[in-house]
């Protein structure tokens, strides 16, 4: 089992930037493939960006590539979101989740790989 918590979100002006951390309990992080999914009001969940457990292979939605960047240190059982030129439409909860693999080098983008999810964080982007 695996506990995560993020950190990190809060309320910015369009065009700043965030760092979202995701901290994760337990000895074997670096077998978890990682993930940062979002959900606004009224929408359903939808993938932002994973990495494999490796931090090798990286995967992002069109939305946001060229914008935010996803990295892992295995040393601290943490993942992180960096976001930046942040847009009003990034608004929402951002939720990390993680996957036990034995694949090093894939990162999944589908919600029903993951075994883990933290509770969320919120990101609030003002026009």
């Known amino acids: 089992q695996v506990q995560l918590v993020e950190s990190g979100g809060g309320l910015v002006q369009a065009g700043g930037s965030l760092r979202l951390s995701c901290a994760a309990s337990?000895?074997?992080?670096?077998?978890?493939?990682m993930g940062w999914f979002r959900q606004a009001p009224g929408k359903e969940r939808e993938f932002v960006a994973a990495?494999?457990?490796?931090?090798?292979?990286?995967s992002y939605v069109d939305s946001v590539k060229g914008r935010f960047t996803i990295s892992r240190d295995n040393a601290k059982n943490t993942v992180y979101l960096q976001m930046n030129s942040l847009k009003p439409e990034d608004t929402a909860v951002y939720y990390c989740?993680?996957?036990?693999?034995?694949?090093?080098?894939?990162?999944?983008?589908?919600?029903?790989?993951?075994?883990?999810w933290g509770q969320g964080t919120q990101v609030t982007v003002s026009s």
């Open positions: 337990g000895r074997t992080f670096r077998s978890y493939a």
């Open positions: 989740a993680a996957d036990y693999t034995y694949n090093s080098r894939r990162a999944y983008v589908q919600p029903s790989e993951y075994d883990y």
């Open positions: 990495i494999s457990s490796s931090g090798g292979s990286t």
